[in-house]
């Protein structure tokens, strides 16, 4: 196992005085001259940094959320107001990929872009990524943020970049072999579309020089299932890690797999229960950036669902974990008779299952009862009649839950390059 670096060993005491030391002096850049935090910490009567002179302090500072944000951008277009510079000093622009709303356009000078990609290095790192591999990224580079600060972290540590962009998913497949890629970096569901590309082209990805799998985009990689899925296909490890184009590259799985680490050093880390907004041990994940002065975000509700893990993790890291990496969107969560259901939690049944390929999942009413059905691929066609009936019972065992299973033609469901979108609540549409 990698040796963790120093900072990251670093006693809680020290890294939370650490972490107030250069909250201080980002206050003090930020609010003279940035209208959206100037305005919205001088309400909470916080004009400077020594106004922020504990974590109680910084506990009483105003959560800022998404749609704040979104608002502001709509207001003053097109980049809003959350802006500490003059526009010269930005170098680059990126944007989220809209899949919960409308896209949050993104700024950064050289300077947060360097910490961003410094924190995708800390990524790399953690998963034993040096500069001896070739990472290869399959994807075409748009304006979402993600995969151009995957690209900057490569760089960082002296790794040999190979784009993917432009190419079909069977091209791709013969570029990773051709070009002996130690590395790929996707999201979870798109390593499984390659896999099954390369199987259905009779290449055998799992003798490939491929050694590392990082993921991204969505909770597959640390679902149980899902992750022994990558693993198996590609004969390499897989690595989850969690980011947001607004906040940063904060999260990353070490070679312990015992959850996800906090990167505690370039963000404070809080879990609050989304209702009262007080600390909790599950619940949602709130976040503040240290190292991104030209576009920061303070007291960040992320949206993201997640749950605190245990004790110290066997890497030696002392950075908090949270257990299974992130549950899922809040926003996700589908209420199905009572029942709170994150999609993940669906996709940890369904992977179990070897002759299950794609998945989707639909809720639906019918009079006054809300109905869950989830549309499987089932690649045993004599067989699909008794793993339907085992997917369904396992759903209902897990969830407290019936749950409709429907064995549908393998190849029918959609399939994703991106982020997956399986889920379908077509009661909102209804509504609508």
């Given at each position: 196992m990698n040796t963790p670096p120093p900072d990251d060993t670093?006693?809680?005491?020290?890294?939370?005085?650490?972490?107030?030391?250069?909250?201080?002096?980002?206050?003090?850049?930020?609010?003279?001259?940035?209208?959206?935090?100037?305005?919205?910490?001088?309400?909470?009567?916080?004009?400077?940094?020594?106004?922020?002179?504990?974590?109680?302090?910084?506990?009483?500072?105003?959560?800022?959320?998404?749609?704040?944000?979104?608002?502001?951008?709509?207001?003053?277009?097109?980049?809003?107001?959350?802006?500490?510079?003059?526009?010269?000093?930005?170098?680059?622009?990126?944007?989220?990929?809209?899949?919960?709303?409308?896209?949050?356009?993104?700024?950064?000078?050289?300077?947060?872009?360097?910490?961003?990609?410094?924190?995708?290095?800390?990524?790399?790192?953690?998963?034993?990524?040096?500069?001896?591999?070739?990472?290869?990224?399959?994807?075409?580079?748009?304006?979402?943020?993600?995969?151009?600060?995957?690209?900057?972290?490569?760089?960082?540590?002296?790794?040999?970049?190979?784009?993917?962009?432009?190419?079909?998913?069977?091209?791709?497949?013969?570029?990773?072999?051709?070009?002996?890629?130690?590395?790929?970096?996707?999201?979870?569901?798109?390593?499984?579309r390659l896999a099954e590309v390369a199987a259905e082209a009779?290449?055998?990805?799992?003798?490939?020089?491929?050694?590392?799998?990082?993921?991204?985009?969505?909770?597959?990689?640390?679902?149980?299932?899902?992750?022994?899925?990558?693993?198996?296909?590609?004969?390499?490890?897989?690595?989850?890690?969690?980011?947001?184009?607004?906040?940063?590259?904060?999260?990353?799985?070490?070679?312990?797999?015992?959850?996800?680490?906090?990167?505690?050093?370039?963000?404070?880390?809080?879990?609050?229960?989304?209702?009262?907004?007080?600390?909790?041990?599950?619940?949602?994940?709130?976040?503040?950036?240290?190292?991104?002065?030209?576009?920061?975000?303070?007291?960040?509700?992320?949206?993201?669902?997640?749950?605190?893990?245990?004790?110290?993790?066997?890497?030696?890291?002392?950075?908090?974990?949270?257990?299974?990496?992130?549950?899922?969107?809040?926003?996700?969560?589908l209420l199905v008779r009572g029942v709170v259901v994150f999609?993940?939690?669906?996709?940890?049944?369904?992977?179990?299952?070897?002759?299950?390929?794609?998945?989707?999942?639909?809720?639906?009413?019918?009079?006054?009862?809300?109905?869950?059905?989830?549309?499987?691929?089932?690649?045993?066609?004599?067989?699909?009649?008794?793993?339907?009936?085992?997917?369904?019972?396992?759903?209902?065992?897990?969830?407290?839950?019936?749950?409709?299973?429907?064995?549908?033609?393998?190849?029918?469901?959609?399939?994703?390059?991106?982020?997956?979108?399986?889920?379908?609540?077509?009661?909102?549409?209804?509504?609508?």
């Amino acid at each position: 196992m990698n040796t963790p670096p120093p900072d990251d060993t670093r006693d809680a005491e020290s890294r939370r005085a650490e972490q107030l030391r250069r909250l201080r002096e980002m206050l003090d850049a930020v609010l003279p001259t940035n209208p959206f935090y100037g305005a919205k910490m001088a309400v909470a009567g916080v004009t400077q940094g020594q106004d922020v002179d504990s974590f109680d302090a910084y506990a009483r500072l105003p959560f800022t959320t998404k749609g704040e944000l979104s608002e502001d951008q709509d207001e003053a277009p097109p980049y809003g107001t959350n802006l500490t510079y003059p526009s010269p000093q930005y170098v680059r622009m990126h944007q989220t990929s809209g899949t919960t709303g409308s896209p949050l356009r993104w700024l950064d000078t050289e300077e947060s872009w360097s910490w961003f990609g410094a924190c995708w290095a800390d990524v790399f790192g953690a998963a034993g990524v040096d500069g001896s591999d070739r990472v290869f990224f399959p994807f075409s580079f748009g304006p979402f943020i993600g995969f151009w600060t995957a690209y900057e972290g490569a760089r960082r540590i002296g790794a040999m970049a190979l784009p993917g962009g432009a190419m079909s998913s069977e091209q791709r497949v013969r570029a990773i072999v051709e070009h002996k890629a130690t590395v790929v970096v996707s999201t979870p569901t798109y390593a499984l579309r390659l896999a099954e590309v390369a199987a259905e082209a009779g290449v055998d990805l799992a003798s490939s020089d491929v050694r590392v799998t990082i993921h991204a985009g969505e909770p597959g990689a640390s679902i149980p299932g899902t992750k022994r899925r990558i693993d198996e296909a590609w004969g390499a490890t897989c690595f989850d890690h969690a980011g947001a184009t607004e906040v940063g590259a904060w999260g990353f799985e070490c070679e312990a797999h015992a959850g996800m680490h906090l990167n505690e050093a370039e963000f404070i880390c809080e879990v609050i229960e989304p209702d009262t907004g007080d600390p909790a041990d599950e619940g949602e994940l709130v976040l503040t950036n240290l190292g991104r002065l030209g576009m920061p975000v303070i007291r960040y509700r992320t949206g993201d669902h997640v749950r605190l893990a245990a004790g110290p993790c066997p890497c030696g890291r002392t950075y908090r974990r949270i257990q299974g990496g992130v549950i899922g969107r809040i926003d996700d969560a589908l209420l199905v008779r009572g029942v709170v259901v994150f999609p993940s939690a669906v996709e940890s049944i369904v992977r179990r299952f070897p002759a299950v390929g794609e998945f989707a999942i639909h809720a639906q009413r019918h009079g006054e009862l809300d109905q869950l059905t989830v549309q499987i691929e089932s690649e045993a066609a004599a067989d699909s009649e008794a793993t339907t009936d085992a997917v369904a019972a396992a759903l209902r065992e897990a969830l407290g839950l019936r749950v409709s299973v429907e064995s549908v033609a393998v190849g029918s469901l959609p399939r994703f390059d991106l982020k997956a979108r399986r889920v379908t609540d077509h009661r909102q549409q209804t509504h609508d």
